[in-house]
């Protein structure tokens, strides 16, 4: 009887073709794969002939966790080509690991997640040692250049260097206990055939401690807790979803390079890949010469050399063609020389380096592949790629509306709304949708099929999600994603988490948001069906009376406006329009709170606008003597922000309160050319509340009054920035200072 542990690294070509080689060699009895144990019995539904990249993706849910996992498969994972290889030979086939929702694995997303990573110190000292930047370097170094004679004896030496007298942490203890138990049990019923293991290498050696003695017995598969949703589907998987360079949690980087390594060794691949940068620069109209490439092939040969390679590595031929290709300072580390993600910054030219790297090869699953219910529910009625103008005001349109907003929710690729209802305005009728084809959308189909078997369904479960932890912001957007899905009820339990935290709210900001939404709601019947409900009601009171006692209490001096804190006050008034008679809002405490504020000198200037803006358009023409008001509370160095907060909560009396434009219009021009600049932002943010129309009958009513015949568009459309015009002005300024100081010219 023999056992063969071979430790590998994920997604390692020269692993692949060492587990390929030792299972034709030693034809085992059983080849035993990390990988999910409770894919056992579809293991003839993992070989159907697929196209891979593949993976396993296994959705989990409970009361109190949601989980997603996947196991991801290429031609070049050694757990690919122990399946195949021990196929071939007539092997039983058997995943050993514990499944995918297991708690020892709640915080691995995807399995073939490198665990030496976490365990880094050894990793360190060899880099050092060969004077590499990274893991992925040194791995390349070691095993995938090298010849291939003694790989498995230089793979175990590496591995069990890496785990040394380490101790796992309990979650990997708890997997290499029930492997180990697969192990003994494959070995025991093997009769002194032989059995071939294979795992991450960081496993290796615990597992050949452990199933030298203990139960053998075949370990039974873990089952979801009564309360718990699970299941595992094949989904197609991508390059660019399995490289590092994406953010993938684990393996080596750049696939579509490996997977040339793979197909044809690294001489090839070293070809292939500067062929595929010089492509895709020069699609993008980059030059690339032919002299360039031969500068980038003649400095990776020398820097291979001086490596200690046989042959270019890929970092040997990334450095050349950085050299040659890149002129000018790089200013972030080279992407090889780290790990994970590209960082903001990065020279253009790198960026398509990565991406000729990575490839573009999507998987294909087999027809015959078994589908959640989900996918087969949404594809027929999806439709194909288009624009789609929807009618809310038809039940036909709302349908079709709550079924695009279901797939929103749960992110399904290709599938963009481009106008509609908003949060602010929820009486838009009119809906546009952007549909458009994804290689990603089975993919996402599959995995929001953990949620449910329907779009309603599974939409309910991933809303529910965001309601655990949520805020108050959050909470007023499950809320509305919840009406515009069409999911009545969920819409129970989120409002009564809304309740609750409105009552408590702090923040004046969020809580306007809130108030917002709930206002919607309780008014527009025929889009949400939600009119008049009683809880949403006692919401909207509720959050109104407390805005007003946290806007009554809020203090500070002159500052930016604060448009959240702006919103909240607008928001408050639209609740006492629309809803004050009908849920007894006190519109004189409002009032009494509003005039308060607006007289309060030690509150911010955004307040005191909105507070006069909210008595103003709370009063209407019974409003007493605006202009005496306007005129007392205008300050020259916060006109901007003060005006920011009257013209969001009175725009239309502004314009249309006879002599009011004009008066604005004298307070203005009394500031002095410093007040005015510094000023100037806030005045311009203040005016974008006005829409263009507005904003044109502005600017005609002030050329009337200052200019005679001009044009208003001349006062609307500068040659120039108004940036640079005021910088023109606050230079004029200080020459003229300048020249007074000299007394050049007179004052």
Do not use: K
């Not at 993706?57 to 195949?84: K, Q, V």
């Not at 094949?234 to 390594?261: C, E, I, K, N, T």
């Not at 001489?267 to 492509?279: F, N, P, Q, Y």
């Amino acid at each position: 009887m023999t056992v063969t542990f071979l430790g590998v690294r994920h997604h390692s070509p020269a692993c692949a073709r060492l587990v390929a080689d030792t299972i034709r060699s030693v034809r085992p009895a059983y080849v035993l794969v990390e990988g999910p144990a409770d894919m056992n019995h579809r293991m003839d539904e993992l070989l159907l002939g697929h196209e891979l990249p593949i993976a396993v993706y296994t959705g989990y849910r409970d009361p109190e966790r949601r989980h997603g996992s996947w196991t991801p498969l290429c031609d070049y994972s050694p757990e690919w080509t122990a399946l195949t290889a021990g196929r071939d030979v007539g092997a039983e086939l058997r995943f050993i690991d514990l499944p995918a929702w297991h708690p020892a694995l709640a915080e691995v997303r995807n399995r073939y997640a490198d665990a030496e990573a976490r365990y880094s110190e050894v990793i360190g000292r060899l880099c050092r040692a060969f004077s590499v930047d990274n893991v992925d370097a040194l791995w390349d170094h070691l095993f995938e250049i090298e010849p291939p004679g003694g790989l498995a004896e230089r793979l175990a030496t590496y591995f069990d260097l890496l785990r040394g007298d380490t101790r796992a942490g309990s979650d990997d203890m708890a997997r290499e206990a029930y492997m180990a138990q697969w192990v003994r049990a494959a070995v025991a019923d093997a009769g002194g055939r032989p059995v071939v293991v294979v795992t991450g290498g960081f496993h290796r050696p615990a597992l050949i401690r452990l199933a030298e003695q203990g139960d053998r017995s075949w370990p039974e598969v873990p089952q979801p807790p009564a309360d718990a949703v699970a299941g595992s589907y094949l989904v197609p998987y991508s390059f660019r979803r399995l490289d590092a360079f994406d953010g993938y949690q684990s393996g080596m980087p750049s696939p579509g390079y490996y997977q040339h390594l793979w197909e044809s060794g690294p001489a090839d691949a070293a070809r292939r890949l500067t062929e595929g940068v010089t492509a895709r620069l020069r699609a993008r109209r980059q030059p690339v010469s032919t002299a360039d490439l031969i500068a980038a092939r003649a400095t990776a040969d020398g820097l291979a050399l001086m490596r200690g390679h046989a042959l270019p590595a890929r970092v040997d031929v990334l450095d050349g063609l950085a050299g040659a290709l890149v002129d000018e300072a790089i200013e972030v580390p080279l992407p090889w020389a780290t790990r994970g993600p590209l960082r903001a910054g990065t020279h253009p030219v790198i960026v398509e380096m990565i991406a000729a790297l990575s490839g573009d090869r999507v998987g294909r699953l087999h027809h015959s592949t078994p589908l959640p219910p989900l996918v087969h529910a949404v594809l027929p009625v999806l439709g194909g790629p288009g624009e789609e103008r929807l009618d809310l005001a038809g039940e036909a349109g709302r349908e079709r509306s709550r079924l695009l907003h279901r797939l929103r929710v749960l992110r399904i690729p290709g599938v963009v709304r481009t106008s509609g209802p908003r949060l602010a305005d929820g009486a838009e009728l009119v809906e546009r949708w952007t549909l458009t084809e994804s290689d990603d959308r089975l993919p996402a189909l599959i995995e929001a099929g953990g949620y449910g078997v329907d779009p309603q369904e599974a939409a309910a479960a991933a809303l529910a999600e965001r309601i655990h932890g949520a805020d108050l912001d959050q909470l007023a957007e499950v809320l509305f994603d919840t009406a515009l899905c069409g999911i009545g009820e969920l819409a129970g339990q989120v409002l009564d988490d809304l309740a609750r935290a409105v009552a408590a709210a702090s923040d004046l900001g969020s809580l306007g948001r809130a108030l917002t939404v709930a206002l919607a709601m309780w008014r527009h019947d025929d889009l949400f069906g939600t009119a008049g409900s009683t809880t949403l009601g006692a919401v909207v009171e509720t959050a109104t009376r407390r805005a007003l006692w946290l806007a009554e209490g809020v203090r500070g001096g002159p500052a930016p406006a604060d448009l959240q804190r702006i919103g909240a006050v607008v928001a408050v008034r639209d609740a006492l329009r629309h809803a004050g008679p009908s849920l007894g809002l006190d519109t004189q405490a409002a009032l009494g709170v509003a005039d308060r504020l607006a007289a309060r000198q030690d509150a911010p200037p955004d307040l005191r606008g909105a507070s006069l803006g909210l008595g103003w358009s709370l009063r209407g023409t019974a409003a007493a003597d605006p202009a005496r008001a306007v005129r007392g509370a205008f300050a020259p160095a916060s006109a901007g922000d003060w005006l920011a907060g009257l013209f969001a909560l009175a725009r239309e009396e502004v314009l249309h309160t006879l002599g009011m434009l004009e008066l604005l219009d004298e307070l203005v021009g009394e500031m002095t050319d410093h007040d005015f600049l510094v000023a100037l932002p806030a005045l311009r943010q203040a005016f974008g509340f006005f829409p263009p129309r507005e904003r044109h009958l502005i600017a005609t009513r002030l050329v009337e009054r200052r200019a005679g015949g001009a044009s208003a568009w001349d006062l609307m459309r500068l040659d120039a920035a108004p940036e640079l015009v005021a910088a023109g002005m606050a230079l004029d300024e200080r020459v003229d200072a300048a020249l007074r100081r000299e007394g050049l010219i007179t004052p």
